[in-house]
């Protein structure tokens, strides 16, 4: 199983502090690395094809994200199929996660079980590239 993570927030490259003489300069931050995770991406193999499924944690309305729950969540929308369209802010990750799990598993069909945003037929609008051919590589 492959799994990748979404997280909200970022890796924060520079931070401020003081050098020896009180001046504020930018110092490199070399931990804290990513946002706190707030989804899941999966990829279950079965068989002779590769099954993709996601999970979003809704931070909005308070919830915290649960790994475990998560990831149930997303393997049951891989291996059953879901006809719910993917979060629009997951749409970007999840295609370039299409590609990665392309080229983990070069001798499996990969299948998406969801929908793209319908803003987004195919793919990601702005990527100019179909995830259901895979003669193209966008990324």
Known sequence: MLVEY??????????????AKGKLVPKKRSQNKGGNRIGILVAVPADDRVLIGWSLCNVKAGDVF???????????????????????????????????????????????????????????????????DPGQDGC
């Open 6 to 19: 979404v997280r909200k927030g970022g890796i924060k490259k520079f931070r401020k502090t003081r050098d």
């Open 66 to 132: 649960d790994h475990d729950f998560g990831l149930s969540i997303a393997t049951d929308r891989a291996t059953k199929g879901s006809s719910a369209e993917i979060a629009a802010s997951l749409a970007k990750k999840a295609h370039h996660f299409v590609h990665r799990v392309r080229n983990y598993y070069k001798d499996k069909e990969v299948e998406v079980n969801f929908q793209w945003p319908a803003d987004r037929v195919g793919g990601p609008a702005g990527l100019g590239v179909n995830v259901d």
